[in-house]
Structure formats: C-alpha cells, structure tokens
C-alpha cells in the first residue's frame, strides 16, 4: 500500500510505521483467513482497524512524545484517515469514501457504547509495548489477536441483533 504517501502532513513516517502500518497488517491478514482478500469488503475487519488505530494512537499519547511527533489533533485523526485509505484504494470515489467513513465511523461509535468493542484494547495495547521494545513479530501478533477478537465480537453482535429483529 502507498498508505505512508496518503496520510503524509498528518503524522510522522516514524507514526505511521508504529500506529498504521501494523494495524494495516494484522486487519488485512485477519480478513484474508474470513475470506476476503480484500480488507475493504470485511466491515468487521474495517471496524476492528479502525479501534486498532485508535487504540494504539491512544497508547502513543499517553507516552512521551518526541519533538518531532504530529500534533494531537493530527493524531487523533489518524485512524479513520487510515480507514479512508482503505476505502480509497478500493477504487471508490471520495464521495463513496466519505459515505463510507461516515457510516464506518457511526458503527464503531454504537459498538463502543454497547460495549461490543473496547475489551479487546488490551491486546492493543499488549501489542504497542511490543512495537516500542523493538517486538515487532510479537507486537504483530498481539494485534492480529485483538483485530480477530473485535472481528468476532461484531460477528456475534450482528448475529444476535439479527436474531433479536427476526425475533420480534
């Protein structure tokens, strides 16, 4: 992926390397063992990239941060500019991929607030330790465990919620 181009100006090559690049990673190959080669099409997948991000960004700025480190706003932005790089080199239009983040971005708001996603952070954060200690196989196999436990978390949420409206 030119993912590192894509989000360029808004976090460091340094950033990108510990906060996008191994969640980009452990999110594609969980999709690939669901069965999709493409990340893009598997939105537990995509949500579980977008809590990965936003977990490790969060590890990121409870430490201390270098002089050269991206402003917080920047940073704090930087888990659905990963997700929209995703949409983006499916090939969708940025329309399609502002629709998309949107309705991304909603989901993973209601998966918090029900508690479905959040649990698996320390697997995340397990995982950023990791990266910091020069861990780089462990640290991906700690957010390969979270992405595949958020992703399971929303299949059992969709699948329960589906039972509870067919249900009624």
Same mark, same amino acid.
């Given at each position: ?16 390397? =510990? ?27 995509? =949500? ?91 640290? =991906? ?28």
């Amino acid at each position: 992926m030119g993912g590192r181009d894509a989000i360029a100006g808004l976090i460091t090559p340094v950033e990108y390397d =510990l906060l996008a690049a191994p969640a980009l990673q452990a999110a594609a190959e969980v999709a690939a063992q669901r069965g999709d080669p493409h990340l893009y099409n598997d939105m537990p997948c995509m =949500l579980a990239l977008l809590g990965t991000v936003t977990a490790l960004t969060h590890a990121y700025l409870q430490q201390p941060l270098p002089n050269e480190a991206s402003p917080p706003a920047s940073l704090e932005s930087a888990p659905l500019a990963v997700c929209a790089l995703v949409f983006t080199e499916s090939g969708l239009e940025a329309a399609q991929v502002e629709q998309c983040l949107r309705a991304l971005s909603r989901a993973y708001l209601q998966l918090l607030r029900e508690g479905v996603l959040g649990p698996q952070e320390g697997l995340v954060e397990k995982g950023f330790g990791q990266l910091l200690g020069g861990e780089r196989p462990a640290a =991906l196999h700690s957010l390969h465990q979270g992405v595949q436990a958020m992703a399971r978390a929303v299949d059992a949420w969709e699948t329960s919620r589906g039972a509870a409206v067919s249900g009624s």
